[in-house]
């Protein structure tokens, strides 16, 4: 079974601040994926990154870079310069070798920027 | 391109009564999930189909929800009859077939049972 825990209910950042968003995960899959998913408060989950287990380099996107340790499990999300827009909720989740591309969501961190 | 449509956006249902929920996939994606989130936690799977074949429903409560895809697009999630605990948000996503997976949400359809 997989298990993605994100252990910071909330976090507060201040505008231009760069934020990190823990995540870690526990597979026994040799091969997996790991997202992070925006959802603000209108609902719709936005897809922001996407990190192979066999990728090398961590991914990057914009402002958004994944900061995958395989020994630990981790997978935090980094977010630089933050914006007034990146308040909202964000998930980590994973996908694993089985089940056709099924996706394992966290609890969630609710992210909030102040100026 | 669209994005994953769905609807309706929000609806109020009394228990017992049953609700149906439409969605239409991102054009030329080949697999189609349903989700349900519920207040404070993250989205969490309840079928996926593959063009119009089931991949997995195993947390598809079958008692009382039910899906379809006909011809491999449009796809409906139906619930019958409904309890207070069905309150959520119901979530469609699309992907395509040979990525590394991610996901295409839609808006979402809000449910509340009273």
């Known amino acids: 079974a997989q298990k993605i825990t994100q252990t910071q209910p909330g976090m507060f950042v201040q505008e231009k601040e760069a934020v990190t968003l823990d995540c870690t995960y526990d597979t026994s899959d040799q091969s997996y994926g790991l997202f992070w998913y925006k959802q603000p408060s209108s609902g719709e989950m936005i897809f922001l990154i996407y990190?192979?287990?066999?990728?090398?380099q961590n991914a990057t996107e914009g402002r958004y870079s994944l900061n995958f340790q395989k020994a630990r499990k981790s997978a935090n999300l980094v977010i630089s310069a933050s914006q007034l827009g990146d308040s909202a909720m964000y998930f980590c989740a994973m996908r694993g070798e089985g089940g056709g591309n099924k996706l394992t969501f966290g609890t969630g961190t609710q992210l909030k920027v102040e100026l | 391109e669209a994005g994953v449509a769905q609807s309706p956006r929000y609806k109020i249902i009394e228990k017992r009564q049953s609700v149906a929920f439409w969605c239409n996939p991102i054009?030329?994606?080949?697999?189609l999930y349903w989700y349900q989130q519920i207040l404070g936690q993250g989205p969490k799977l309840l079928i996926q189909?593959?063009?119009?074949?089931?991949?997995?429903d195993s947390q598809l409560p079958k008692d009382r929800f039910s899906a379809e895809r006909l011809k491999g697009v449009d796809s409906t999630l139906k619930i019958q009859p409904a309890k207070l605990e069905d309150s959520a948000v119901y979530l469609c996503a699309s992907s395509r077939t040979g990525t590394s997976g991610e996901q295409y949400f839609g808006p979402g359809t809000r449910l509340t049972v009273t």
């Open positions: 054009s030329g994606h080949a697999t």
């Open positions: 990190q192979g287990s066999y990728d090398e």
């Open positions: 189909f593959q063009n119009n074949g089931v991949v997995d």
